[in-house]
């Protein structure tokens, strides 16, 4: 059975950082793209990140270039989402995703259940 937990969400004042993690198991880790994507309240899932399988590619939305990194660590399984200057539309939950595409992110197979992240004074 595929299982991602996130963790690391949390509240966090506008300009500052957070490092979110996702734990895969029940799948071979390392022959799968990654991707991470958020919804805010009333709004649909927007991706944010994704990585290939080997962690050499990655792709960001314009909204987010600059400010995350995504990358991962295939030998323990876990992804990761490095977020600075983190700003009030980062408000959202995080989900971390398994695809089958690296150029469509948005297709997504199994996501977890989320980590909410709070950007506000």
């Known amino acids: 059975e595929v299982q991602l937990v996130e963790s690391g969400g949390g509240l966090v004042q506008p300009g500052g950082s957070l490092r979110l993690s996702c734990a895969a198991s029940g799948f071979n880790f390392n022959k799968y793209p990654m991707t991470w994507v958020r919804q805010a309240p009333g709004k649909g899932l927007e991706w944010v990140s994704v990585?290939?399988?080997?962690?050499?590619?990655?792709r960001y939305p314009d909204s987010v270039k600059g400010r995350f990194t995504i990358s991962r660590d295939n030998a323990n399984n876990t992804l990761y989402l490095q977020m600075n200057s983190l700003k009030p539309e980062d408000t959202a939950v995080y989900y971390c995703?398994?695809?089958?595409?690296?150029?469509?992110?948005?297709?997504?197979?199994?996501r977890g259940q989320g980590t909410q992240v709070t950007v506000s004074s």
């Open positions: 995703a398994k695809i089958n595409n690296y150029m469509r992110p948005t297709e997504i197979a199994t």
């Open positions: 990585i290939s399988n080997g962690g050499v590619a990655t």
